[in-house]
C-alpha cells in the first residue's frame, strides 16, 4: 500500500480514542445515575454500549492497518507483547496493555451474569487503565500529537473525563447511603 494504511491507522486510532473517551464519559453518567432531560436511562445505556462496541471496531481497524503497514513494523508479537516493538516501544507498549486491559472489560461483559455485578463492576474500572494507557499511547507513538487539533481532542478529553469523576466523586460524598430494607416490624 502506498501510504493508505498508515493514514487508516491514523485516523481509526483518533476516531477509537475518541469512542473511547465517550464511551467512558456515559459510563461515568450512569454510574452516578446522572439524568439526561428527555433521554430514559435504558437509552442511554444502550447508547453507551453501541459506543463501547463501536470502539472495539475502530481499535480492530487501527490494529489491522498498523499491521499492514510497513513503518511502524508492528507485529502480532507486538500486540501481544508489551515493549516488543522496536519502534517507540514504551509508547507502543502502552497500546499493548490498553488493547490487553480492553479485551478483559469485554470478556466480563460477556460473562457479566457469572460474574456478579460486583465482580463484573471492579473488572469495569479497568476502563479507566485503558483509558490513560490509551491517552498515554496517543500522546507518545502518535505521528500527529503535535498537530494543534489532536492536542486540543487531548485536553478535551483528559479535561471531560477529569470532571465527570469529579463530578462523579463528589456525587457520592453528598449523597447518603441507603439504609437497607426493612423485614418485618420493628
Known sequence: MNGF???????????????LTSGVLL?????????????????VTDVHRFVSLLT?????????????????????????????????PFWLALGTIALELLAAVALSNLLRKRLGHVRW??????????????????????TDATAGWLRVLYLVSIGSVALALTWRVGRDAVTPARAPARRGRD
Open 5 to 19: 494504511d498508515w493514514y487508516a491507522a491514523r485516523a481509526a486510532g483518533v476516531v477509537a480514542y475518541a469512542l
Open 27 to 43: 459510563g461515568v453518567l450512569l454510574a452516578g445515575r446522572a439524568r439526561l432531560p428527555r433521554w430514559p436511562s435504558f437509552a
Open 56 to 88: 472495539g471496531v475502530f481499535i480492530a481497524l487501527h490494529v489491522y492497518a498498523l499491521l499492514l503497514d510497513r513503518y511502524a513494523h508492528v507485529s502480532v508479537v507486538t500486540l501481544v507483547v508489551p515493549g516488543a516493538s522496536s519502534y517507540r
Open 121 to 142: 463492576r471492579r473488572v469495569h474500572y479497568l476502563t479507566f487503565g485503558v483509558w490513560i494507557a490509551a491517552t498515554a499511547h496517543g500522546i507518545g507513538a502518535g
